[in-house]
């Protein structure tokens, strides 16, 4: 649809402008202040352009104890952890749930609908809503304050099985059959031609649940009691109530830029694949 | 290389039976195309010989040995799918190979019987492309290739050319008779073309309903079709059929015309003429009103009533033939061209 109407680019335009500075003033202010040192930080107005304190920040973020004054764990670490919980999340919620769609799509066993919509509910069944039980079957395991505690407990996922089902039923039943003539079993099926067949689907899946897993707040602050153990977007809460100073805003959000790097990282190396992944439906 | 017995084969989905007591022998090296219409079970019966399908009751054989409850894979068959059913991430080296690869040959084998392959079929320079980027034609040659590679005992072809356009489907139709002549593999080729069927096969196992109707060579079929159905079926255009009177040799036609016919039998019974069998006769029996001319230019189709009646006839002539729409033209057939059939059982009629 091409128009040609002053008015109505304009208007276009106008929203757009207002969407993009809506999205990213913020991230801009982050980034402006993790440039200040705390003094600036702290008087009004705020500053709208970088200073040169940014290199110091990032290091006393990254390798110092963060904020001075308090034990908390260096961020490197706290990155570490969050990183470790994003990847066993993602990585642990596609093999589960590719490894039940195989099951549920190409094996004939008794109750497999009943197995599917079981898999099913449980998407009325988070993690906020089984906080409690979850968290005792976690401490009676001895989990507490290790990555096993902070992953397993999320990595069944019902939507993901959802869609790697739907995957699955759009590959020709005659895929099947060609493999099955040339004497592939079904774990070769699986592996040789499902597998690479979902490839841009696994991608898409992986963006979401990496970003799904390194968001995650209230389970891992449940759970770890070891600043060892802290994830990054834990931390910048804990920041903000940290002792009874006032905030150190250029180290928040100089940690706040750091936690924002990965997610924005896997989404930009992943992007091609993402919208494929979500778009494509033919096989 | 091996023959097929199919011995008294039953599939049932649940409690409705879709093949009846199929029986047949196909002997090694022939080429046997089973042809029907949709929903006759044709493809049921393929796959049962595959291994895809299960068997209800009854025994398929390969080379003497029982195969019921083997595997796809342990049957040393190929088979053609009628979407080609390429793996779509492979390259077409890939896909022939996958085969040998699962069944562990070493590499250089491999490749040798995969060149050797694509040498026969002529698509040595796609070996490194993507099923995506081959026309429809090349795909069906890469599926052709994947079968050949495995040098099995069978081949079972679903359908393979209803994908492909008019004129490549005569093409490969050709094609895929001189492989199969080369190779001198057994085959087993589902069709619900007449055409493709009468010049493919050795022998034609026509199906009906989960019934074998007739289970013969193209001519036989042609020239003595067992029943209303395989007569109906096989040649183009389709047989014209009239409900007659037989007696002493003649047959009653609908609108009083009498027809030599050679029956020992009398009574009533179902006439078959062919429409090239008709020939045009100033005095024969055969009153036909044109309604319709279909211009074939070799020869010329009449369509059009028996003149009084409302049975419709269907009539070849050979050059053309412009006007006489509404005309009256009469015609003769030979009475060994004629074909008589049971009006209830639909049976051919001894003569």
């Known amino acids: ?283 | 290389m091996a023959d097929i017995q199919l011995k008294d084969l039953v599939k049932s989905y649940g409690p409705t039976e879709v093949l009846h007591h199929i029986e047949g022998d196909i002997r090694d090296g022939e080429f046997i195309v089973i042809v029907g219409p949709s929903g006759c079970g044709k493809s049921t019966l393929l796959r049962m010989v595959a291994g895809l399908e299960s068997v209800t009751s009854g025994e398929i054989a390969i080379g003497g040995r029982r195969v019921n409850e083997l595997e796809p894979s342990a049957r040393d068959i190929a088979m053609v799918f009628q979407n080609y059913a390429l793996y779509p991430h492979m390259s077409v080296r890939q896909n022939m190979a996958y085969g040998l690869k699962i069944r562990k040959l070493p590499k250089d084998e491999i490749n040798r019987r995969v060149e050797e392959a694509a040498e026969i079929l002529e698509i040595k320079q796609y070996l490194d492309r993507k099923p995506r980027q081959l026309s429809g034609g090349q795909r069906q040659r890469v599926a052709m290739g994947r079968a050949i590679v495995r040098d099995p005992q069978v081949f079972l072809f679903d359908e393979p050319l209803s994908n492909l356009d008019a004129k490549l489907r005569v093409q490969m139709r050709l094609e895929i008779r001189k492989l199969q002549q080369r190779l001198g593999v057994t085959s087993i080729y589902v069709t619900h073309d007449q055409v493709e069927a009468m010049t493919l096969g050795d022998r034609l196992m026509v199906l009906n309903g989960g019934y074998v109707e007739q289970f013969g060579t193209p001519i036989e079929l042609y020239d003595r079709p067992a029943s209303v159905f395989v007569a109906g079926f096989i040649g183009s255009p389709s047989m014209n059929f009239l409900p007659v009177e037989i007696s002493t040799g003649h047959a009653t036609l609908p609108g009083g015309g009498l027809l030599p016919v050679a029956a020992a039998h009398s009574g009533a019974a179902t006439l078959g003429l062919r429409p090239e069998h008709l020939k045009e006769d100033e005095n024969g029996p055969l009153a036909i009103e044109v309604d319709m001319l279909e211009q074939l230019g070799a020869s010329t189709l009449i369509h059009g009533r028996l003149h009084g009646t409302g049975h419709s006839i269907t009539a070849s002539v050979p050059g053309h033939a412009h006007d006489g729409i509404g005309s009256i033209r009469r015609f003769s057939a030979a009475p060994e061209l004629t074909h008589l059939f049971d009006t209830v059982s639909g049976k051919r009629l001894a003569v």
Do not use: C
């Open chain 1, 1 to 283: 649809m091409v128009e040609n109407r002053p008015l109505t680019a304009f208007l276009t335009h106008l929203v757009l402008i207002l969407g993009v500075i809506a999205i990213a003033l913020p991230v801009w202010i982050t980034f402006v202040a993790s440039t200040h040192d705390a003094l600036r930080m702290n008087q009004a107005p705020l500053p709208l352009w970088p200073g040169d304190y940014f290199l110091v920040n990032m290091k006393q973020t990254l390798f110092g104890s963060g904020l001075s004054g308090t034990e908390s764990a260096p961020v490197w670490l706290m990155l570490l952890n969050s990183l470790a919980m994003a990847l066993m999340i993602s990585t642990g919620k596609i093999a589960i749930s590719l490894l039940s769609a195989f099951a549920i799509v190409y094996f004939k066993f008794p109750f497999r609908m009943g197995f599917f919509w079981m898999i099913f509910i449980t998407l009325m069944l988070p993690v906020e809503v089984r906080i409690l039980p979850t968290f005792e079957v976690v401490a009676n395991l001895g989990l507490l304050n290790s990555y096993w505690g902070l992953s397993i407990p999320l990595i069944a996922s019902a939507t993901a099985t959802f869609m790697f089902r739907q995957v699955f039923l759009t590959v020709p039943d005659e895929l099947l059959e060609s493999a099955r003539i040339d004497g592939a079993g079904p774990l070769r099926f699986f592996f040789d031609i499902l597998l690479p067949l979902s490839r841009t689907n696994i991608a898409a899946l992986f963006v979401i649940l990496f970003i799904f897993g390194w968001n995650q707040y209230l389970w891992p602050l449940l759970i770890t009691t070891d600043t060892s153990m802290t994830t990054i977007v834990m931390s910048i809460k804990q920041m903000l109530e940290a002792a009874e100073q006032s905030p150190q805003w250029n180290i928040i959000m100089t940690t706040a830029l750091l936690a924002m790097i990965p997610p924005v990282f896997v989404v930009i190396a992943m992007q091609k694949l993402f919208v494929q992944g979500l778009t494509e439906t033919d096989k």
